[in-house]
C-alpha cells in the first residue's frame, strides 16, 4: 500500500480497537511503524493476492516456441503453394494469349509470324489490312510470373505456334517449380501424368 494510506489504515485501526483506560501501547506501535521506512518491496508488502500482473519469462518463452514451431510446419506448405500460383498464372497468361492469337486469326487468316511477334497483338504491322486490334486488354505484352518474356514461334514444332515460359530457373526442364509452362501441354502436378 501506499505509506500515508498505510499509516492512516493502522492509525484507524489502532484508534477503534484501544479502550478507554488502555495504555497507549498503540499510539507508540503507530510512530514506530511510521518512522521506520518499510524495506520491503510493495509486492510483497501487499501479500500473494496483490500480486503484480504480467506474463512470466517461462510463459514468454512456451508461447514463443508454440509459435516457432508452427511456423515450421505450415511455411513451408504456403511457400510451396506460392511457386504452384505462378505456374498456374503462366498457364492463364498462354491460355488467354492463344485466344488472342485466334482472334487475330480470324481476322488476318494466319497467326503472327515469329518476328511480328506477340507485338502483332498490339500494333499493327505492315501489310496487315484486315487487322482488327488491338487483341489483348493490356497495352503491352505481359511478362511471366518470374518477369521474364514469352517465347513465342510460327509455325512450331508442336501445332502452329508454340508458346512458352522456362519456368522459374529460366532454363529448359526442370520439376515442380522450375518446370515449363506450354501451350501444347499442361502443367505436370506432383504425382499427376501429362500427355503430350
Request: hydrophobic residues 35%.
Given at each position: 500500500?501506499?505509506?500515508?494510506?498505510?499509516?492512516?489504515?493502522?492509525f484507524w485501526?489502532?484508534?477503534?480497537?484501544?479502550?478507554?483506560?488502555?495504555?497507549?501501547?498503540?499510539?507508540?506501535?503507530?510512530?514506530?511503524?511510521?518512522?521506520?521506512?518499510?524495506?520491503?518491496?510493495?509486492a510483497?508488502?501487499?501479500?500473494?493476492?496483490?500480486?503484480?500482473?504480467?506474463?512470466?519469462?517461462?510463459?514468454?518463452?512456451?508461447?514463443i516456441v508454440?509459435?516457432?514451431?508452427?511456423?515450421?510446419?505450415?511455411?513451408?506448405?504456403?511457400?510451396?503453394?506460392?511457386?504452384k500460383?505462378?505456374?498456374?498464372?503462366?498457364?492463364?497468361?498462354?491460355?488467354?494469349?492463344?485466344?488472342?492469337l485466334?482472334?487475330?486469326?480470324?481476322?488476318?487468316?494466319?497467326?503472327?509470324?515469329?518476328?511480328?511477334?506477340?507485338?502483332?497483338?498490339?500494333?499493327?504491322?505492315?501489310?496487315?489490312?484486315?487487322?482488327?486490334?488491338?487483341?489483348?486488354?493490356?497495352?503491352?505484352?505481359?511478362?511471366d510470373?518470374?518477369?521474364?518474356?514469352?517465347?513465342?514461334t510460327?509455325?512450331?514444332?508442336?501445332?502452329?505456334?508454340?508458346?512458352?515460359?522456362?519456368g522459374a530457373?529460366?532454363?529448359?526442364?526442370?520439376?515442380?517449380e522450375?518446370?515449363?509452362?506450354?501451350s501444347?501441354?499442361?502443367?505436370?502436378r506432383?504425382?499427376?501424368?501429362v500427355?503430350?
Open positions: 500500500m501506499i505509506p500515508c494510506v498505510e499509516r492512516f489504515v493502522i485501526y489502532l484508534s477503534r480497537s484501544r479502550r478507554p483506560g488502555d495504555d497507549p501501547r498503540g499510539a507508540a506501535e503507530l510512530r514506530e511503524r511510521t518512522e521506520r521506512p518499510s524495506v520491503m518491496p510493495p510483497i508488502r501487499g501479500g500473494a493476492r496483490h500480486r503484480q500482473a504480467g506474463f512470466t519469462l517461462i510463459e514468454l518463452l512456451v508461447v508454440i509459435i516457432g514451431l508452427l511456423a515450421a510446419l505450415v511455411g513451408p506448405k504456403l511457400f510451396g503453394r506460392v511457386g500460383g505462378k505456374q498456374a498464372a503462366a498457364q492463364a497468361q498462354i491460355e488467354l494469349f492463344g485466344a488472342a485466334d482472334n487475330f486469326r480470324l481476322d488476318v487468316g494466319r497467326y503472327p509470324t515469329t518476328e511480328e511477334g506477340l507485338k502483332a497483338l498490339l500494333v499493327k504491322s505492315g501489310g496487315l489490312e484486315s487487322w482488327d486490334g488491338p487483341y489483348l486488354k493490356k497495352q503491352e505484352i505481359p511478362s510470373p518470374w518477369g521474364r518474356s514469352y517465347l513465342y510460327s509455325p512450331g514444332e508442336h501445332g502452329e505456334y508454340d508458346l512458352l515460359s522456362y530457373d529460366g532454363i529448359t526442364g526442370g520439376d515442380g522450375n518446370q515449363d509452362v506450354m501444347w501441354k499442361g502443367i505436370k506432383a504425382g499427376e501424368r500427355e503430350p
